[in-house]
């Protein structure tokens, strides 16, 4: 009996000690389908997890200007954010502090958005006036914003083509893939995912500042965002090389500051909230 008690008295603390474990919401951007992005992020999430002795909950959203709600109402402590969302967020809620951008495929922490066609089409950028455009949503930096400014750099006003929303990138990939639409816009990454299936990129953005993980400083405190920070900056190769391909090459610490030369830009202009056929 004597024994009995110590062991139960450790199995009590032990309940105790998983029942107290912080528990924080983290929300991606819907980029890809559901299960591809829980399944991108789930070898992540567990390392922190583990790290840090935390609890972490993926809340998915069916669109980005949901994920901004959500932040804003204190429904979420974490966050994966382009510029664009980034930068709206920033201005609409103060409190929100980026932990880190993640690398892409070239070890850089910036991205392209990238306008595509099929393999087989001739078009250039400057024949797309009337053309289908498929778009991914609204508040997506490879959306309307970036997809806009190009099509500018051939005269051409995105109102004069006939554009949709689709949502995810991929869905953007599979449509002008499946000849449904002539042209779409999508982050470059995941266009040259999809360049097996037929698809040919016309143009290219600038660099933008890469994907970060943006925290909420009215949920997490100061020394947990920093617990985090140091946690992801820490994560070796062969750790990293089990986590999904958009967030597998290398991170950089971030601040607001990275993102001076992206406020330069009109992420303030109005964007429909529906396409125009």
Not at 220 to 227: G, K, L, N, Q, W
Request: proline fraction near 7%; charged fraction near 25%; charge should be negative.
């Amino acid at each position: 009996m004597p024994k009995i008690i110590p062991l139960f008295a450790a199995l009590l603390l032990t309940l105790a000690s998983i029942a107290s474990a912080e528990t924080l919401k983290f929300a991606p951007l819907p980029m890809e389908k559901p299960e591809t992005v829980a399944g991108q992020w789930k070898p992540l999430l567990e390392y922190l997890q583990t790290a840090l002795g935390i609890e972490l909950d993926i809340d998915y959203s069916d669109s980005n200007e949901q994920v901004l709600d959500k932040f804003e109402a204190g429904k979420l402590d974490l966050a994966y954010l382009g510029p664009l969302p980034y930068l709206r967020l920033k201005d609409r809620f103060p409190a929100a502090r980026p932990l880190v951008i993640f690398h892409e495929s070239d070890g850089q922490p910036s991205y392209t958005c990238a306008l595509v066609v099929a393999a087989e089409s001739d078009l250039r950028l400057e024949q797309l006036t009337g053309r289908k455009i498929a778009l991914t949503q609204p508040l997506s930096t490879c959306g309307f914003f970036s997809i806009s400014g190009l099509l500018q750099q051939a005269g051409i006003r995105l109102e004069e083509t006939r554009y949709r929303y689709l949502g995810p990138h991929d869905a953007v990939a599979l449509a002008v893939a499946a000849g449904e639409f002539d042209a779409g816009g999508l982050k470059s990454a995941i266009a040259r995912k999809y360049a097996s299936l037929g698809l040919r990129i016309i143009a290219e953005t600038a660099p933008m500042p890469g994907l970060a993980l943006v925290a909420n400083g009215t949920r997490v405190s100061p020394e947990r965002i920093e617990a985090i920070r140091r946690a992801l900056l820490a994560a070796d190769e062969p750790t990293r090389k089990t986590w999904g391909d958009n967030i597998r090459h290398g991170l950089s610490a971030a601040t607001d500051e990275d993102y001076a030369e992206a406020r330069k830009l009109p992420y303030r202009a109005p964007i429909p909230d529906q396409g125009n056929f």
